[in-house]
């Protein structure tokens, strides 16, 4: 069974750091691209981040440019954002999410995400 | 950065009726050279993550009921619930991944007349 589990959300203060890993299961991990999404409460979805199959290719939402940072570690197959200077806006669920095709030779870094996890609350106050 | 607009906001529909939700984006999302719309459609219910519905615009994922269908192409684009079901109340998302960052609709919100 294919399977994302998030985890690292907690309450932390402003300008604060929090580190959020996703582990993967029931797939390649290495085939796929890797996103993370949120959701603030009452709100729409937010791509936040993604990388590419193998890394080379990163991508971030412009309100967490320069203060997220992904990553990945295939050999643990798991997926991080690393979330710096955090703002009380950044507070939201963070889901991990799976690509839809496989990235090798593929045209374009990433494309929809087919699986999603339970997701992780981030809650950033005071 | 591609803004996506879904209309309405929200909709409600007696049940087996159609369901009808716009999506625009601001600028075409056609992949010429593969002829395929980089756009997908999600559901989201509360408390459950999102769902892929439909990706290309209109090839609907493994297991998604053919009442759900999506058409369209280049800007404009449509997802339809032919006959609109209780459990089908949610929210309905567009996405495109034509470029960076992907972005999301709004979202409208299907409830029950």
């Known amino acids: 069974e294919v399977q994302l589990v998030e985890s690292g959300g907690g309450l932390v203060q402003p300008g604060r750091s929090l580190r959020l890993s996703c582990a993967a299961s029931?797939?390649?991990?290495?085939?796929?691209?890797m996103h993370w999404v949120r959701q603030v409460p009452g709100k729409g979805l937010e791509w936040v981040a993604g990388?590419?199959?193998?890394?080379?290719?990163?991508g971030y939402a412009d309100s967490v440019k320069g203060r997220f940072t992904i990553s990945r570690d295939d050999a643990r197959n798991s997926l991080y954002l690393q979330m710096n200077r955090l703002r009380p806006e950044d507070t939201a669920l963070y889901y991990c999410?799976?690509?839809?095709?496989?990235?090798?030779?593929?045209?374009?870094?990433?494309?929809?995400?087919?699986?999603w996890g339970l997701g992780t609350t981030v809650i950033v106050s005071s | 950065d591609i803004v996506m607009t879904q209309s309405p906001d929200s909709l409600a529909v007696s049940l087996g009726e159609r369901a009808t939700i716009n999506c625009k984006s601001s600028q075409s999302v056609l992949y010429s050279s593969e002829n395929r719309n980089y756009l997908g459609w999600y559901q989201k219910k509360p408390g459950q993550p999102p769902k892929l519905l439909l990706y290309?615009?209109?090839t609907r994922e493994a297991g998604v009921p053919d009442r759900f269908s999506g058409s369209g192409s280049g800007t404009d684009f449509t997802l339809t619930i032919s006959s609109l079901q209780a459990e089908d109340v949610a929210v309905y998302y567009c996405q495109q991944y034509y470029g960076t960052p992907l972005t999301f609709g709004g979202g409208t919100k299907v409830e029950i007349k």
């Open positions: 999410a799976k690509d839809i095709f496989r990235g090798r030779g593929a045209p374009t870094a990433w494309f929809g995400m087919d699986v």
């Open positions: 290309w615009a209109s």
């Open positions: 029931g797939f390649t991990f290495d085939d796929y691209a």
């Open positions: 990388i590419n199959w193998n890394g080379v290719s990163i």
